[in-house]
């Protein structure tokens, strides 16, 4: 098992080296993320331990995928499996678990102790022949794959939703309607292949207002729910509710150009950090938005036309 780990470990360096990070440094930057937006989360809504726990179980049930676990199997015997998943499972929870002690949550931090624990002892051996069915066409895949992969985020969003007017907690909506455009956002962040781009007979600019198009109806689609819900129930802050979304457009959009901006290569770090000063100065969108529009047509010409 210790040469799995460390194959990980090289892989998890490698990965940061490809996107011009010193690994120490991701790591370190990585640690003050979680800090700065477990603290936010603690902050705005007082049913943060619960939003914490359901967090923390969502990224745990992904080490539990079909494929990834039958290959473990065929490597190891069955009592090293079920150590290797624990382990997993509980380098991914630790953290949460330690931040809600330091909150004094400690019956939340006992549960989802307990809950990582048991989830390793879920049975994932047959795979489901059910195909989720979404709201979506063919042609906007992005939107289409992307809900079937991470369907249960918008459903964590909803119930923050219905908390928020359950205890008349506004700031908590807006939190939940953050959490269902990140999820449209996280769509656009990985390239396709060429060929999913080549297949259209437009031009860079029809491209673009195409993908455009299809970001404002289906993340509208997506987030009506809460939308609608807030603002019935607060009617007086309807425009804030508007412009987080109209913001939320902006966001997905901009992403959506930064990929097709250095495509068919990936993302780099360099973008997340430039994203990040952007998520602190909103008004930076007009100058990125221009730029990554010019050179998102010149790397999309050389394969549209």
């Not at 290959?71 to 678990?97: D, V």
């Not at 990929?259 to 100065?281: D, G, Q």
């Amino acid at each position: 098992m210790k040469e799995y780990f460390t194959l990980q470990l090289k892989i998890l360096n490698r990965q940061l080296t490809d996107w011009g990070v010193i690994p120490v440094f991701g790591y370190l930057i990585a640690i003050a993320v979680f800090i700065g937006l477990s603290t936010t989360l603690f902050e705005k809504t007082q049913y943060a331990e619960y939003a914490y726990i359901l967090l923390a179980l969502s990224i745990v049930t992904k080490l539990a995928e079909v494929s990834r676990n039958e290959f473990l199997k065929l490597w190891y015997s069955k009592s090293e499996y079920f150590k290797l998943r624990i382990i997993e499972n509980f380098i991914i929870a630790t953290p949460f678990i330690f931040f809600l002690i330091f909150k004094e949550k400690y019956m939340s931090s006992f549960l989802l102790l307990i809950a990582t624990g048991l989830s390793t002892l879920i049975n994932f051996n047959k795979k489901p022949n059910f195909v989720l069915p979404t709201p979506f066409s063919t042609n906007p895949f992005e939107f289409t794959v992307g809900f079937r992969i991470n369907y249960f985020l918008y459903l964590f969003a909803y119930f923050l939703a219905f908390m928020s007017i359950s205890v008349n907690n506004f700031n908590l909506g807006l939190f939940s309607l953050i959490v269902a455009l990140l999820g449209c956002l996280s769509y656009y962040v990985k390239s396709e292949r060429e060929f999913y781009v080549w297949i259209f007979s437009l031009s860079p600019k029809e491209f673009l207002l195409y993908k455009l198009k299809n970001i404002i109806q289906y993340s509208t689609l997506l987030c009506l729910p809460i939308i609608v819900s807030l603002s019935l129930c607060f009617y007086t802050k309807i425009d804030i509710i508007l412009g987080f979304q109209c913001l939320g457009y902006l966001f997905i959009f901009t992403t959506m150009l930064a990929k097709y901006s250095v495509f068919p290569e990936k993302l780099n770090m360099r973008f997340t950090v430039v994203f990040a000063f952007i998520v602190w100065l909103p008004p930076l969108l007009i100058v990125i938005i221009p730029y990554l529009y010019i050179q998102s047509t010149k790397k999309l010409k050389e394969i549209l036309t």
